[in-house]
């Protein structure tokens, strides 16, 4: 039987003293932030805190029962956290950053707010600028582990997990191939091939020849690796980390900072009587993290109390795969990763295809009566890229799942994972960031950073005055703005030399990962490795108009509103382990012919900039007349569409026609 009631039930009538808490804050160093004149003055706080938690209230966490107990039968974890603290006229917003895979930085808030960001992936090395948390060993556990890698060359596979921030694979029990199995697998779509076990070792062979120098952090492969295979490893690990504290680690801290005048040994709360509210925001990964938090009850403290009134998971297509055995809490949903079978909906929808049951993300802070105001937002790679069509429509795509009065979804159209790096005016797409595939099209430039700022102020005003936002604004069925992922349901444009959309999307599979594994809660212990794979769940994306720009519900750019091309949340990989299907969450843009001439030369039926804008000036003309529509309508602030403004007048858009 899953935990969710149980723990929304029991939970409650726990006393205090049962509950996790933070027992102790390090302070390391104090600092005046660097401001400019006029500036409210800031200071950075950095440290550590330690916590500990009850194996019975904190049961939910995977393997918590088996971490070691210190002499009050607790189970302790310790973290790193940074602080932005207004020294004078403070909102008494507490903001707090989800780090992604450890990164984060704290700064001056530009209407005071008190910015917070902690240690929550307790698999990451600690490191100076790495925000990082530190969490028991269950030693004398066992169970399966994966590892997967593509595009390898050499002899030595070196086991890590996760992008970003690779970290090391759990160690198998022992070293003997016969007891593990590596495959190989020519495409995401082919049958895996075992690799013979004499053929294959826990091994280093950089510096000796196979079968190599025994390593169980490493494997040796007889005659090297070949990259244009994939190559995937499970295997049985032992002494597992017990991830999931995570959680109650983040939620310890913020009650702590909330509510706390100071820890046990007297050491003062460094922000105590300055915080009325409290908002979270997490992106990609940790925007997944949000979502777990919640749907996992962590939205309520020791005491009872909400830990956060406002939460904004964007870009979170799916759970985050942490609170499981041997979790890989750094992954991107690629072959075998587990993530979205974990609840998607923000009411309640019963997964009858999966055979899952009805439940939604909801239900334990209901329960408790604990759940925040949410701002959820995201954009097309999301559901190109990162599976998210479920959460808008169920696992059978028949109709809409409703949201509920507490939450707002607001989508961007034609915008990749993020949104661009630079999100200014471009005609050749936007630079590569570091590390990233390598597409046959051009990066999309299209943003969604303005609007995001618009958005937060709007959730901050929710959390702090009761004003509610703008009415949600993504792509429905009812509507009829989303439809399956081909050329012919999108309606896509005949575009010479253009990629068709046909099989660019990153199906959801089904997986079964065994009987010990909790699919709504995304937790438990994974014990098929890989996975059964059951079957595909559809996935339906919105429809675009005569340009190939997507319509229909959301919340377009100025970009999208005064185009320079087509500007779409899928790619083509261009080389490499896949080539030629989609190419990660890496959005593509096609810009649009200069003139009419040359766009009747290359048989283009998408309008010029020419046949669009008929000179610079109309074009600087029509994002200024739209830049402030948006200001008006509240989905860009001033300084931001003054900004765009003169980024267009600087662009060298039609700047080589003459004015008419």
Request: charged share 15%; with cysteine; glycine share 12%.
């Given at each position: 039987m899953r935990k969710r009631f149980l723990l929304a039930g029991a939970a409650l009538v726990l006393a205090t003293s049962a509950q996790g808490r933070v027992t102790a804050i390090h302070i390391e160093s104090r600092t005046p932030a660097p401001t400019r004149p006029g500036e409210r003055p800031y200071e950075i706080i950095t440290g550590s805190f330690d916590g500990d938690l009850s194996p019975r209230a904190d049961a939910i966490i995977t393997d918590i029962d088996h971490a070691p107990r210190n002499a009050r039968g607790r189970v302790g974890y310790s973290a790193t956290f940074a602080i932005a603290r207004p020294l004078a006229r403070g909102s008494g917003v507490l903001f707090y950053d989800v780090p992604n895979r450890g990164n984060g930085k704290v700064a001056p808030d530009e209407d005071g707010?008190?910015?917070?960001?902690?240690?929550?992936?307790?698999?990451?090395?600690?490191?100076?600028?790495?925000?990082?948390?530190?969490?028991?060993?269950?030693?004398?556990?066992?169970?399966?582990?994966?590892?997967?890698?593509?595009?390898?060359?050499?002899?030595?596979?070196?086991?890590?997990?996760?992008?970003?921030?690779?970290?090391?694979?759990?160690?198998?029990?022992?070293?003997?191939?016969?007891?593990?199995?590596?495959?190989?697998?020519?495409?995401?779509?082919?049958?895996?091939?075992?690799?013979?076990?004499?053929?294959?070792?826990?091994?280093?062979?950089?510096?000796?020849?196979?079968?190599?120098?025994?390593?169980?952090?490493?494997?040796?492969?007889?005659?090297?690796?070949?990259?244009?295979?994939?190559?995937?490893?499970?295997?049985?690990?032992?002494?597992?980390?017990?991830?999931?504290?995570?959680f109650a680690a983040t939620r310890d801290l913020v009650a702590f900072l909330r509510h706390a005048k100071a820890d046990d040994a007297g050491t003062a709360n460094p922000l105590a009587g300055q915080v009325r509210w409290s908002v979270v925001s997490g992106t990609s990964q940790s925007g997944n993290f949000v979502k777990s938090f919640i749907n996992l009850g962590f939205n309520r403290d020791e005491a009872g109390r909400r830990v956060f009134d406002g939460a904004n998971p964007n870009i979170a297509a799916r759970q985050v795969p942490l609170n499981l055995r041997?979790?890989?809490?750094?992954?991107?949903?690629?072959?075998?990763?587990?993530?979205?079978?974990?609840?998607?909906?923000?009411?309640?929808?019963?997964?009858?295809?999966?055979?899952?049951?009805?439940?939604?993300?909801?239900?334990?802070?209901?329960?408790?009566?604990?759940?925040?105001?949410?701002?959820?937002?995201?954009?097309?790679?999301?559901?190109?890229?990162?599976?998210?069509?479920?959460?808008?429509?169920?696992?059978?795509?028949?109709?809409?799942?409703?949201?509920?009065?507490?939450?707002?979804?607001?989508?961007?159209?034609?915008?990749?994972?993020?949104?661009?790096?630079?999100?200014?005016?471009?005609?050749?797409?936007?630079?590569?960031?570091?590390?990233?595939?390598?597409?046959?099209?051009?990066?999309?430039?299209?943003?969604?950073?303005?609007?995001?700022?618009?958005?937060?102020?709007r959730l901050v005003d929710w959390v702090t005055t009761g004003r509610a936002p703008p009415p949600s604004q993504y792509p429905t069925l009812a509507h009829g703005d989303l439809v399956s992922p081909t050329a012919a349901a999108m309606h896509w444009p005949n575009i010479p030399g253009a990629p068709l959309p046909d099989g660019k999307i990153n199906a959801l599979l089904d997986y079964d990962y065994g009987p010990a594994f909790d699919y709504p809660d995304l937790s438990g212990v994974i014990t098929r490795q890989p996975p059964v794979i059951r079957g595909t769940i559809p996935s339906l994306v919105p429809r675009v108009d005569a340009d190939g720009n997507e319509m229909g519900g959301g919340v377009p750019s100025v970009q999208h509103l005064v185009p320079l091309g087509t500007y779409l949340g899928w790619n083509v990989l261009a080389k490499g382990y896949g080539a030629g299907g989609d190419c990660g969450f890496a959005g593509g843009f096609i810009p649009f012919a200069t003139t009419r001439a040359e766009r009747l030369a290359k048989g283009d039926p998408r309008r010029s900039l020419e046949e669009r804008y008929g000179s610079h000036a109309g074009f600087v003309a029509r994002v200024k007349a739209v830049a402030a529509q948006r200001v008006k309508e509240g989905w860009l602030l001033p300084d931001d569409a003054a900004r765009l403004v003169a980024e267009a007048q600087a662009s060298s858009v039609l700047t080589a026609m003459p004015e008419k």
């Open positions: 707010h008190i910015r917070v960001i902690s240690g929550w992936q307790g698999d990451l090395t600690p490191a100076p600028g790495v925000q990082s948390a530190s969490v028991p060993v269950a030693r004398g556990l066992t169970g399966l582990a994966l590892a997967r890698v593509t595009d390898l060359s050499g002899s030595t596979w070196g086991l890590t997990g996760g992008i970003g921030r690779p970290v090391a694979r759990p160690l198998p029990v022992d070293l003997n191939p016969a007891h593990a199995q590596l495959y190989r697998q020519s495409n995401d779509g082919a049958a895996l091939q075992p690799v013979p076990a004499d053929q294959w070792a826990f091994a280093d062979c950089r510096s000796k020849a196979f079968p190599g120098t025994p390593d169980p952090s490493h494997i040796c492969l007889k005659g090297g690796f070949d990259p244009a295979l994939a190559y995937t490893l499970t295997y049985t690990a032992r002494d597992p980390l017990v991830l999931g504290i995570g041997f979790a890989v809490p750094g992954g991107a949903a690629t072959l075998f990763e587990p993530g979205s079978e974990g609840t998607l909906w923000w009411t309640p929808y019963n997964d009858t295809v999966r055979g899952r049951g009805r439940h939604s993300l909801l239900d334990r802070c209901t329960a408790s009566s604990t759940c925040p105001r949410i701002m959820e937002t995201f954009g097309s790679t999301e559901l190109w890229g990162l599976r998210l069509s479920p959460a808008l429509v169920g696992t059978d795509a028949k109709g809409d799942v409703p949201i509920p009065a507490n939450v707002r979804r607001y989508y961007f159209p034609g915008v990749t994972h993020g949104g661009s790096i630079t999100g200014g005016i471009s005609l050749d797409g936007d630079k590569p960031w570091p590390g990233a595939p390598v597409c046959v099209l051009a990066n999309n430039p299209n943003p969604s950073l303005p609007t995001m700022r618009a958005l937060l102020k």
